[in-house]
């Protein structure tokens, strides 16, 4: 029997993949970017030809790195099944050779000890995060590398949803609660990266496109957008000077500790 996804992991099924969300976060939808993918990347010392699962892929950007930068033989889920449709015919425009499966990392349909690595960006706070990590340690030979990153909270926050989970701060991490699960799972945390930065890098990116996001919500209108979530979404970024107290009320958190942004590559024991 599959797995019933969560509300928040629902929730952010119903948003990625849909080409407007794409217009404003664009196809990297993860606090820091490829820039935190690339150095997660880098620390897992996988080599070329290694085996790797991007789980919770979304439009598959750093799966993409993962296959022509690192050369690494790429697997990516997600349990969107337009995100999956979407990131299958981006990487094929790229010419890259990568397995896209629709699945949630509750429930990956991959043998035992599949991978050498994998790489999980801002899902395991949308999701049940203890049953989502002993997945992951199931599909990872001994030795094999974790590679998470994730939105760390000191508590609840006023962001209303769906930008929250878009921000990945519904069920953030609270302070150590990261490197805690990891260990409980079976994993030996080798490098911690702080990438706080990346959370005001991807607030100035959804900020910058909400313009356009406007114009298209003016001249299209609310009713035609396909789900409710979108919708919502919508309507947080229609009014400019909501918009800019929202984000400058994000931007408190961040400076003043309240929201971070962690990576760990661990060791799978």
Not at 22 to 35: K, N, R, V, W
Request: include cysteine; aromatic fraction near 4%.
């Amino acid at each position: 029997m599959s797995a019933t996804p969560p509300p928040v992991e629902a929730c952010c099924a119903l948003l990625y993949g849909d080409p407007l969300v794409e217009l404003l976060a664009g196809e990297s939808l993860h606090p820091g970017g490829l820039a935190t993918s690339r150095r997660l990347l880098a620390a897992a010392g996988l080599t070329p030809g290694q085996r790797i699962l991007d789980a919770g892929c979304g439009l598959g950007a750093s799966a993409r790195l993962a296959a022509f930068e690192f050369k690494l033989r790429v697997d990516a889920c997600d349990v969107s099944g337009e995100a999956i449709r979407r990131a299958r015919a981006l990487a094929d425009g790229a010419g890259a050779p990568i397995r896209f499966t629709a699945a949630s990392v509750l429930e990956l349909p991959f043998a035992d000890a599949s991978f050498a690595g994998v790489l999980v960006e801002c899902v395991l706070s949308t999701t049940t995060k203890a049953a989502a990590l002993r997945e992951i340690r199931r599909v990872l030979g001994r030795g094999g590398k974790l590679l998470v990153s994730d939105v760390v909270s000191n508590g609840p926050t006023d962001v209303p949803e769906p930008l929250a989970s878009v921000l990945c701060l519904s069920q953030a991490w609270r302070p150590g609660e990261l490197e805690d699960e990891v260990a409980s799972a079976g994993f030996v945390v080798e490098r911690s990266l702080d990438e706080t930065a990346g959370v005001s890098d991807l607030l100035d990116r959804l900020e910058a496109r909400a313009g356009l996001l406007r114009a298209v919500r003016r001249d299209v209108g609310r009713p035609s957008w396909p789900s409710s979530a979108l919708g919502g979404l919508v309507g947080q970024f229609g009014d400019a000077a909501s918009l800019t107290d929202l984000m400058t009320e994000i931007r408190r958190l961040v400076r003043d500790g309240q929201i971070g942004y962690r990576a760990l590559a661990a060791r799978a024991i």
